[in-house]
T-cell receptor, first 114, second 113 residues
Framework: GESVGLHLPTLSVQEGDNSIINCAYS??????FIWYKQESGKGPQFIID?????DKRQGQRVTVLLNKTVKHLSLQIAATQPGDSAVYFC?????????????FGQGTILTVHP | DAGVTQSPTHLIKTRGQHVTLRCSPI?????VSWYQQVLGQGPQFIFQ???????GRGNFPDRFSARQFPNYSSELNVNALLLGDSALYLC????????????FGQGTRLTVV
């Protein structure tokens, strides 16, 4: 079955540093990917998405890189702030006819120290 | 504009009971998906509904069922509750059934005792 894993389950950075969160996925049929941020007691918050016809997409302070060859994504957060502390999930779609079905890994805990 | 709203926010039920969770999608969104998030894990897909029809189902037992109403709101029903059903139940809405931005609600925290 689909599996989504993260290279670093926890990441601790200083305020102002850049953060990189990695994600490996196993389903080669996945062609749409979303990054979510989840704070304690809240639902996942949409950060940025990318489709398989792109290898990079930038948002406000965030950049997502996609390497389909090795089935790997990364989320880069520039000038990390304490408010960025949360659990981050990458969620590939299931691909094929499984429209809208997202597959989540266990997440990476990002802790930003002032 | 209001985001995805879920009710109730917290719920305590006894084993064997039945529960109904409710979700109102973002205005204009026609697709609603349900996810179960056990503590310490990522959300797991349960159902997707689009235009009032089930469009996808995850690996959950038949005790789990859902429906979508003409106004695109949705209910998730769980029968014969087990202790292992204790989790955060999340609803996500998107404007289409396909691969578009999906926005989550705050979730319903269900505790089965």
């Amino acid at each position: 079955g689909e599996s989504v894993g993260l290279h670093l389950p926890t990441l601790s950075v200083q305020e102002g540093d850049n953060s990189i969160i990695n994600c490996a996925y196993s389903n080669s049929a996945s062609d749409y990917f979303i990054w979510y941020k989840q704070e304690s007691g809240k639902g996942p918050q949409f950060i940025i998405d990318i489709r398989s016809n792109m290898d990079k997409r930038q948002g406000q302070r965030v950049t997502v890189l996609l390497n389909k060859t090795v089935k790997h994504l990364s989320l880069q957060i520039a000038a990390t702030q304490p408010g960025d502390s949360a659990v981050y999930f990458c969620a590939p779609n299931a691909g094929g006819t499984s429209y809208g079905k997202l597959t989540f890994g266990q997440g990476t805990i990002l802790t930003v120290h002032p | 504009d209001a985001g995805v709203t879920q009710s109730p926010t917290h719920l305590i039920k006894t084993r064997g009971q039945h529960v109904t969770l409710r979700c109102s999608p973002i205005s204009g969104h026609k697709s609603v998906s349900w996810y179960q998030q056990v503590l310490g894990q990522g959300p797991q897909f349960i159902f997707q509904y689009y235009e009032k029809e089930e469009r996808g189902r995850g690996n959950f037992p038949d005790r789990f069922s859902a429906r979508q109403f003409p106004n695109y709101s949705s209910e998730l029903n769980v029968n014969a509750l087990l202790l292992g059903d204790s989790a955060l139940y999340l609803c996500a809405s998107s404007w289409d059934r396909g691969d578009t931005e999906a926005f989550f609600g705050q979730g319903t925290r269900l505790t089965v005792v």
